[in-house]
Nanobody, 123 residues
């Protein structure tokens, strides 16, 4: 069983920055594709960013150039640096781990999920 624990959520003013962390104790973290998703009430989880085992990244258009995903395999942690935030970035942020090599941008491709952390961007 892979455990994921997010932290770093909170309230930030529009235009501000916030960094989310997701710790993955145990397992074979360095081999996982890690992703960040966002969910708002009444909507499906929205893909934001993914980082593969080799460091390759992919971003949703809505966050490209503002958000940066990174990973520290020595700490079994993946990060999401959020810059130039907007009110529409408000939501519950989830990190996810995909075990298969070809994990992409669809939520159902990921095998494990964290509990989520709330991010609120005030205007």
């Amino acid at each position: 069983q892979v455990q994921l624990v997010e932290s770093g959520g909170g309230l930030v003013q529009s235009g501000g920055s916030l960094e989310l962390s997701c710790a993955c104790p145990g397992g074979m973290f360095s081999t996982y594709t890690m992703g960040w998703f966002r969910q708002t009430p009444g909507k499906e989880r929205e893909f934001l960013a993914t980082i593969r085992w080799n460091g390759g990244t992919n971003y949703a258009g809505s966050v490209k150039g503002r958000f940066t995903i990174s990973r520290d395999n020595a700490k079994n942690t993946v990060y999401l640096q959020m810059n130039n935030t907007k009110p529409e970035d408000t939501g519950v942020y989830y990190c996810a781990a995909g075990l298969a090599p070809a994990v992409g941008i669809t939520a159902r491709q990921y095998d494990y999920w964290g509990q989520g952390t709330q991010v609120t961007v005030s205007s």
